[in-house]
């Protein structure tokens, strides 16, 4: 499903609500979700899971082409972790 379907489905499931303000209400889920993690904060939104992130630290990897060593520099990159809801329901329970 992408952001598009997800406004549309909203939006089917609400008719009390404009197309324009399913789509605005998204966009602000998924902007506060961002800011959070930019800001290192945890996410946890209940049944579903919880975004955080992580710091991979500097290491030494390889050019798939050449075999080369490269340097990769630290960074923080998302993690998600499934709730026990999501995953329940992924198993079949």
């Known amino acids: 499903?992408?952001?598009s379907e997800l406004i549309q489905?909203?939006?089917d499931e609400n008719p009390h609500l404009t197309q324009r303000h399913v789509e605005r209400i998204v966009n602000t889920v998924?902007?506060?979700v961002i800011e959070a993690l930019a800001?290192?904060?945890r996410v946890e939104l209940r049944g579903f899971g919880a975004f955080s992130v992580k710091a991979r630290d500097a290491r030494t990897g390889r050019n798939p082409r050449t075999g080369e060593?490269?340097?990769v520099e630290d960074k923080k990159v998302p993690f998600f972790k499934t709730g026990?809801?999501?995953r329940d329901r992924l198993n079949g329970r």
């Open 84 to 86: 026990k809801l999501l």
């Open 1 to 3: 499903m992408i952001r």
């Open 9 to 11: 489905k909203i939006a």
């Open 69 to 71: 060593a490269v340097e």
């Open 30 to 32: 998924f902007e506060e």
């Open 39 to 41: 800001r290192g904060e």
